[in-house]
């Protein structure tokens, strides 16, 4: 099935053929279900601190930060945002010149509050002569949006997320990129220097950069502090190959073999190479405008005083698991596994060395906010492979539709996960733990596309907030819904929390 020039082309990738043929496998088997044991809820498996406890835990984050720490803020900044514009892209093709869908009204009613209006409006002048208003009066709505969408004008139909104008201010506007910057420095500094970074495109890396040299400076005398911004792009070897719909190798016309990216799951080996004992990981569109930031900033200092309080406490019983500890010790340390990492031993015999391996390895603490219909990934106790019962992020691709059971939980699940994660990624010696040594490798997902008009069959890594972050010890915290803004499309903008 694979000749020669074949390898050639995996070995250049970084890509062992042993990968290949395990990708191959999967195509023909697809992904196991996840086994459910419930939707997590407050009091089995969230966390709702009460006010007294959120004081104690963003003191102690500020000790922990003012012990000089290294704490990094991780931003996924790779996805292009042409699916933000899917609207205004039919409406520049549509059969009819004006306005007609609910959107369009909405995007061209309130088409001034947007915070690239101004840009616009100089993209419109500079092609065609005149401004949105004269444009509009005139009824050339449509040169309006592709000046928005369009190489020549904003490009924002090519650009990623991260680059595009969000919010208004009267020192000018700002995307999503400079949100971050400011977030880094509010509740990620330390040692009077704030760690951000982006995972970009290799086509927009240069751009990002160039705005990064732009900004950065401003804020940082804004805030009073250094910043180090550093970027990475996606590993080749991180790439799947692509299959026909009969698990046979997709190829190209020239007859090489097609890779795709391997989605945000590939991003766990950019993880892996921060140098860091704190990161904090955020989706590039969820921000906003700073009259809204105190509340996000708090709630960033209490997941994280959440994480050094356990990761503190698990590194103690480490440390007495060292020594030998005795039979009540013991109890103690499974008390704390089940109850605070909510860990449950099932069948396991509950001895030294299954406690030391509950505790020593990465922790995440994620944000969860109440469930109000949003698109993402929901908090549950799962079934791991060695037979206990852990605290997992899952997406709806991994449980079982025809399980009628299985799908009452997800749909009545109370919370989701809107990316929301403080990650301490050492261990209690101080040495970094190799992250993908913690990935479940059975919880990928297959996906139908196409490419030059043939059907073919997609492979994505475990997600890195699921599969890939599967082994860690987890906790959820539940956030107020402030703190969960995402962009999903052009008109999210006009929602009063992207409103300065």
């Known amino acids: 099935m694979l000749q020669e020039k074949d390898l050639k082309q995996i070995a250049q990738r970084g890509i062992s053929e042993e990968q290949i043929k395990t990708q191959l496998h999967q195509f023909e088997t697809g992904f196991p279900f996840l086994k459910l044991e419930a939707a997590a809820a407050v009091g089995r498996g969230i966390v709702a601190p009460t006010e007294a406890e959120r004081k104690q835990y963003v003191s102690a984050w500020e000790q922990y930060k003012a012990a000089g720490r290294r704490i990094v803020k991780f931003v996924p900044a790779s996805g292009a945002a042409s699916r933000m514009f899917k609207n205004m892209f039919a409406f520049v093709d549509a059969p009819y010149d004006v306005p007609t869908t609910d959107f369009e009204k909405k995007y061209f009613d309130e088409i001034e509050k947007f915070a690239f209006y101004d840009a616009l ?22 040169a309006v949006a592709a000046n928005m969408l369009r190489k020549e004008g904003l490009n924002y139909g090519q650009l990623p997320k991260g680059m595009l104008l969000f919010h208004k201010y009267a020192e000018g506007a700002r995307t999503p990129m400079e949100e ?14 704030a760690h951000v970074h982006f995972t970009v495109s290799h086509d927009h890396l240069e751009f990002f950069k160039q705005k990064v040299a732009e900004k950065a400076d401003g804020f940082a005398q804004k805030y009073g502090i250094k910043y180090d ?14 299959a026909n719909t009969d698990n046979t190798p997709f190829r190209e016309d020239d007859g090489s073999l097609l890779f795709r990216p391997g989605g945000h799951g590939a991003l766990i080996e950019n993880l892996n190479e921060i140098e860091a004992d704190v990161v904090f990981i955020k989706n590039i569109d969820n921000v906003v405008p700073d009259r809204l930031k105190p509340e996000t900033v ?64 990465p922790m995440r603490v994620c944000g969860v906010v109440k469930n109000v219909g949003e698109p993402g990934g929901g908090p549950f106790l799962t079934y791991n492979q060695d037979g206990t019962v852990s605290l997992q992020i899952l997406e709806s691709s991994q449980i ?9 939980m997800f749909t009545q699940g109370t919370h989701f996960n809107p990316v929301d994660l403080v990650c301490a990624v050492k261990d209690y010696l101080g040495k970094p733990y190799h992250l993908p040594d913690f990935v479940d490798k059975t919880t990928g997902f297959i996906s139908s596309k196409s490419k030059g008009g043939k059907e073919l069959k997609a492979l994505e890594l475990p997600g890195l907030w699921n599969g890939a972050m599967s082994d860690w010890s987890t906790v959820f915290v539940e956030v107020p819904l402030g703190t969960f803004n995402p962009v999903k499309t052009v008109n999210d903008l006009l929602r009063p929390q992207h409103q300065g």
């Open 121 to 142: 409006d100089a993209a419109c002048q500079k092609n065609e002569g005149k401004g949105i208003k004269a444009l509009m009066a005139e009824g050339n709505y449509k």
């Open 180 to 193: 971050h910057l400011v977030e880094g420095a509010l509740y990620a500094a330390s040692n009077g220097e």
């Open 229 to 242: 911004i550093t970027f990475s792009e996606q590993k080749p070897s991180t790439d799947t190959l692509a």
């Open 298 to 361: 708090e709630w960033k200092q209490v997941i994280a005083g959440v994480l050094v309080t356990l990761q503190q406490k698990a590194f103690d019983y480490l440390r007495i698991l060292d020594h030998g500890a005795t039979d009540a010790q013991l109890q103690e340390i499974a008390q704390f596994v089940k109850d605070c990492l909510c860990v449950d031993p099932k069948d396991n015999v509950v001895d030294a060395g299954y406690l030391r391996s509950k505790l020593d390895r």
């Open 400 to 408: 079982d539709t025809n399980n009628e059971e299985y799908m009452k």
